[in-house]
């Protein structure tokens, strides 16, 4: 065990909401309502309400666990706990690949985002996407008060514009285009519900940092219900303008709905005000991963399911500033893949995709597991099992990179599992 000090208790319920937004609140709520619009038109509004009531139970379930024993590592230790040290070690894994893989993709979004309101070549593009990761990394090295901070102080800024916006957008909105309802059918809703799943991922996020709340007990179901609610109606309210005034049918407004509707109060500075607010809505979103998924590898060294030398705090900040440098860089290899293989963005979101659902899976299983003492709470873990496994199929041949994760992490979970027997034998002869 390292002797390094304890991380620090400092997120109190404020914190928690802004973690929770951050995580699930990405760049999905710029492009995803247009998308789903001229999937499903008007109807789309009952899949976006579908899935933000059906994400309560994602969020509890996770919510319930890390209240009932907060822990560093968030599923990790629930897995570790619930099915042994080796389903422990798969899970920290996949969550390292997830990070390592998601971060560059999403950031890439954002440095497209750029391209279209300034001249970038396809190396500064790139560049762009590294400065994205790298200033995720300078904050969180920095230690979880600084991050926090950042973190409140962003997201608070982004809901205001999208909320600021959506308003100002209300005078377009014609009760005619609401008809007809179904112009596709009812099972286009179904269609349109499984491509905007990926929108409410995340809120397994902030249980990596359980053992930083002041009082998890209290705060993170409280948290839970807040954020819920808070990104239920921005993305129910942005879906409403978006298929009311209709932008999602013409011109830009069906790639982006959210950048003609900000065209509408800012003019020709709309281009450079959608850049800016995907910049740092992908940045909030790199930040809050970051932190989240540093605590898991921190530990999981600590248990010996990834590498010792990643178990170290800063004596000053109390980071994970190994864990943090590892993510870092390994990500850095990551752009660098991307960019040398010409890897396309809808490949490069569909294999975290694929790793966060098998990690959804897996967490969802052990709140089965762990939660017995409630019904409700085995209820609500349960339909977040069945809801992961109905979509998990979809990411098709792309979830390679998940099972070959699964069979490193299993290799070294046995490699590790050895070693730690035949220290503990040296040490019973020694004595």
């Known amino acids: 065990m390292s002797s390094a000090p304890a991380l620090r208790k400092v997120i109190t319920l404020r914190y928690a909401v802004a973690l929770y937004v951050s995580s699930v609140l990405g760049p999905s709520i710029l492009v995803m309502p247009g998308l789903a619009a001229k999937i499903a038109g008007p109807a789309s509004l009952i899949a976006w309400v579908g899935l933000s009531l059906a994400s309560f139970p994602f969020a509890y379930t ?6 009932r024993r907060p822990e560093s590592g968030g599923v990790y230790s629930f897995t570790k706990e619930a099915f042994g040290f080796h389903a422990g070690v798969v899970t920290s894994w996949l969550f390292a690949f997830w990070f390592v893989t998601g971060a560059p993709a999403v950031t890439l979004i954002a440095a497209s985002y750029l391209g279209y309101a300034f001249p970038l070549s396809r190396p500064e593009t790139f560049l762009a996407a590294v400065a994205i990761i790298a200033s995720a990394f300078a904050v969180n090295i920095r ?7 950042v973190q409140l102080a962003v997201i608070v800024s982004i809901v205001a514009l999208l909320v600021a916006t959506t308003f100002s957008s209300l005078n377009k909105v014609h009760f005619t285009n609401f008809s007809p309802f179904f112009p596709d059918g009812v099972l286009a809703v179904g269609t349109a519900a499984s491509l905007i799943f990926w929108s409410y991922l995340g809120y397994e996020n902030v249980s990596n940092v359980a053992d930083e709340f ?3 007990k209290r705060d993170f179901v409280r948290s839970i219900v807040l954020s819920v609610l808070v990104i239920g109606a921005l993305f129910v309210s942005v879906s409403f303008v978006t298929i009311g005034t209709r932008v999602y049918a013409v011109g830009a407004g069906s790639v982006a709905p959210f950048a003609a509707m900000l065209s509408n109060v800012l003019g020709s500075y709309a281009a450079v ?6 910049v740092f809505i992908i940045f909030n979103v790199g930040n809050v991963y970051m932190t989240g998924m540093s605590r898991v590898v921190y530990a999981a060294s600590r248990d010996g399911a990834m590498p010792r030398l990643l178990d170290r705090l800063d004596p000053k900040t109390r980071a994970p500033a190994r864990a943090l440098i590892a993510l870092f860089l390994s990500a850095m290899v990551s752009l660098v893949v991307y960019y040398f293989l010409n890897v396309d963005l809808e490949t490069a979101l569909l294999i975290p995709s694929g790793t966060a659902i098998i990690v959804y899976v897996i967490g969802s299983s052990a709140g089965i597991k762990l ?3 409630s019904r409700t709470k085995v209820l609500f873990a349960g339909i977040s099992l069945a809801i992961s496994l109905a979509i998990l199929p979809f990411v098709g041949v792309l979830l390679g990179g998940s099972l070959v994760t699964v069979l490193v ?12 027997g035949k220290e503990l034998k040296v040490a019973l002869k020694k004595e």
Do not use: H, M, Q, W
């Open 371 to 373: 939660l017995r003492d």
């Open 273 to 278: 005000a959608i850049a800016i607010l995907t």
């Open 214 to 216: 002041e009082n998890p």
């Open 143 to 149: 230690g979880i008060v600084v991050s926090s901070k």
């Open 62 to 67: 996770f919510a319930s666990l890390s209240s």
């Open 409 to 420: 992490a299993l290799l070294y979970g046995a490699y590790s599992k050895n070693k730690r």
